[in-house]
């Protein structure tokens, strides 16, 4: 039995599972890890195998297994994601340039794959177990798996051998990082993680991409679409009146819980679709938002100036292509981030703060004094900013044009609010999908 499948098997029905799952933190003195005993599958005797189910936030649960022989000395160690696939893939691009950036911390499923472009190495989905680690860490397992087999192949094919060997040498070099590359995670599931040791700043160096997932990766990860019953054209009327209402788990206990979406006319604004999940067995709550309409024709970046307490007030929807920015605590938050929420002003910076402060590597265990108290202060000035006691800029930028901020005088111009379009550029519309998007004689190149 797997080390996911014993965890399920023990977990029993309902919410029961959130219990097993304790939040990870040096103070809690009791969660130890369970030991098995099993075979060690290089000298065939009994080892120790040690299982701790731990909720990481921000990750949601792991099973963090090792396993060790004291007959023979191996060892071994792997990490499992027992919580659910998120909605939507990641991708993470980080220009390596420096020796500190290969002791970024790193958590790989072992459904992602691993690339660096420069040297055209891969590393498959499927083909390694999940570890928590380094980018010097990843590198290393890679030179350890092709350095394995070598005393075969110098046997049976020494230009393969010396061609192996040539390409480990280049491996090894990257740890010097004589010259920046690139490192690249893409995980369909959506939890894989590379650190950002700046945080909350934005990072310039790592790009992080929130894609939906293809049919292929989809079926990969053992994920079948479900398809939506066609309606007639006339019960879009019907719908705008309609609470939805469908089956779905909570993401944070796994337990049944159902999902209630309603189609809102936002004044002054567009359609949109409001998503809300309510989950009886822990309490868990969450609401998405998306956009009802398409996308823009130009991009939209709304500055409002906080002024007064009662700009918290503010109803504000913020899509998922929507980035956040707040110069004054020089914060900016990518597009993807917190999805799409329509919320108010307070509660969207209630939302930044709980992520900041919910991250492992920024204010738990995993994160280094410095750290720990530059991203504490951070906190105190975002909490001023919520309470009123310090005025600041807030900034939406959307390149799809779907995101808004309620202006308090409208239909009148709202001094404290500036409201701009622009055009889009090239890299804005390769990240929308519009670039090799066909709008105009697609139906005639069907038919041929």
Same mark, same amino acid.
């Given at each position: 039995?797997?080390?996911?499948?014993?965890?399920?098997?023990?977990?029993?029905?309902?919410?029961?599972?959130?219990?097993?799952?304790?939040?990870?933190?040096?103070?809690?003195?009791?969660?130890?890890?369970?030991?098995?005993?099993?075979?060690?599958?290089?000298?065939?005797?009994?080892?120790?195998?040690?299982?701790?189910?731990?909720?990481?936030?921000?990750?949601?649960?792991?099973?963090?297994?090792?396993?060790?022989?004291?007959?023979?000395?191996?060892?071994?160690?792997?990490?499992?994601?027992?919580?659910?696939?998120?909605?939507?893939?990641?991708?993470?691009?980080?220009?390596?340039?420096?020796?500190?950036?290969?002791?970024?911390?790193?958590?790989?499923?072992?459904?992602?794959?691993?690339?660096?472009?420069?040297?055209?190495?891969?590393?498959?989905?499927?083909?390694?177990?999940?570890?928590?680690?380094?980018?010097?860490?990843?590198?290393?397992?890679?030179?350890?798996?092709?350095?394995?087999?070598?005393?075969?192949?110098?046997?049976?094919?020494?230009?393969?051998?010396?061609?192996?060997?040539?390409?480990?040498?280049?491996?090894?070099?990257?740890?010097?990082?004589?010259?920046?590359?690139?490192?690249?995670?893409?995980?369909?599931?959506?939890?894989?993680?590379?650190?950002?040791?700046?945080?909350?700043?934005?990072?310039?160096?790592?790009?992080?991409?929130?894609?939906?997932?293809?049919?292929?990766?989809?079926?990969?990860?053992?994920?079948?679409?479900?398809?939506?019953?066609?309606?007639?054209?006339?019960?879009?009327?019907?719908?705008?009146?309609?609470?939805?209402?469908?089956?779905?788990?909570?993401?944070?206990?796994?337990?049944?819980?159902?999902?209630?979406?309603?189609?809102?006319?936002?004044?002054?604004?567009?359609?949109?679709?409001?998503?809300?999940?309510?989950?009886?067995?822990?309490?868990?709550?969450?609401?998405?938002?998306?956009?009802?309409?398409?996308?823009?024709?130009?991009?939209?970046?709304?500055?409002?100036?906080?002024?007064?307490?009662?700009?918290?007030?503010?109803?504000?929807?913020?899509?998922?292509?929507?980035? /956040? @920015?707040?110069? +004054?605590?020089? $914060? #900016?938050?990518?597009?993807?981030?917190?999805?799409?929420?329509?919320? %108010?002003?307070?509660?969207?910076?209630?939302?930044?703060?709980?992520?900041?402060?919910?991250?492992?590597?920024?204010?738990?265990?995993?994160?280094?004094?410095?750290?720990?108290?530059?991203?504490?202060?951070?906190?105190?000035?975002?909490?001023?900013?919520?309470?009123?006691?310090?005025?600041?800029?807030?900034?939406?930028?959307?390149?799809?044009?779907?995101?808004?901020?309620?202006?308090?005088?409208?239909?009148?111009?709202?001094?404290?609010?500036? /409201? @701009?379009?622009? +055009?889009?550029? $090239? #890299?804005?519309?390769?990240?929308?999908?519009?670039?090799?998007?066909? %709008?105009?004689?697609?139906?005639?190149?069907?038919?041929?």
């Amino acid at each position: 039995m797997s080390a996911l499948g014993a965890a399920e098997a023990g977990a029993g029905p309902g919410g029961a599972a959130a219990a097993l799952f304790r939040p990870v933190g040096a103070e809690d003195g009791e969660q130890r890890p369970a030991e098995i005993e099993s075979l060690c599958m290089k000298c065939h005797r009994n080892g120790v195998t040690r299982l701790l189910l731990t909720r990481v936030p921000f990750f949601r649960e792991l099973i963090v297994s090792s396993f060790s022989c004291g007959a023979c000395g191996w060892a071994d160690a792997e990490i499992q994601a027992a919580g659910s696939i998120q909605e939507r893939g990641v991708r993470y691009a980080l220009a390596v340039a420096s020796r500190q950036d290969m002791n970024r911390e790193v958590v790989k499923t072992d459904c992602a794959t691993t690339r660096i472009p420069e040297l055209d190495f891969e590393i498959p989905a499927f083909s390694q177990k999940g570890v928590l680690t380094t980018i010097e860490g990843i590198i290393d397992r890679a030179v350890a798996g092709l350095e394995q087999d070598q005393p075969v192949r110098w046997a049976t094919d020494k230009e393969v051998a010396s061609k192996i060997d040539e390409f480990i040498g280049k491996l090894k070099q990257l740890k010097e990082v004589h010259s920046p590359f690139t490192f690249i995670i893409d995980d369909p599931s959506g939890n894989s993680f590379v650190e950002n040791p700046y945080a909350p700043q934005k990072d310039e160096a790592l790009v992080v991409t929130h894609y939906k997932r293809t049919p292929q990766q989809a079926a990969m990860l053992g994920i079948e679409g479900e398809e939506l019953d066609e309606k007639p054209a006339d019960s879009a009327e019907d719908l705008r009146n309609e609470v939805l209402q469908f089956n779905t788990n909570c993401p944070e206990c796994n337990a049944p819980a159902n999902t209630n979406m309603k189609l809102v006319q936002i004044p002054h604004f567009k359609e949109v679709i409001i998503m809300a999940t309510n989950c009886d067995s822990c309490g868990h709550r969450t609401n998405e938002v998306k956009s009802g309409g398409a996308i823009e024709p130009q991009g939209t970046r709304i500055t409002l100036r906080i002024t007064d307490p009662s700009d918290m007030t503010r109803d504000i929807l913020k899509s998922e292509t929507c980035s /956040v @920015e707040i110069p +004054e605590l020089e $914060f #900016e938050l990518g597009m993807g981030a917190l999805g799409g929420k329509f919320t %108010t002003l307070e509660g969207l910076l209630k939302d930044i703060k709980d992520l900041v402060e919910r991250n492992p590597f920024t204010l738990g265990d995993s994160s280094t004094p410095s750290k720990k108290e530059k991203l504490q202060e951070f906190v105190g000035r975002l909490q001023e900013i919520i309470e009123g006691k310090t005025k600041a800029h807030f900034i939406m930028d959307d390149p799809a044009g779907n995101s808004y901020l309620q202006n308090v005088y409208a239909p009148e111009e709202d001094p404290e609010l500036k /409201v @701009e379009r622009y +055009e889009r550029t $090239f #890299e804005q519309n390769e990240e929308l999908g519009l670039n090799d998007m066909r %709008t105009e004689g697609y139906e005639a190149a069907a038919d041929r």
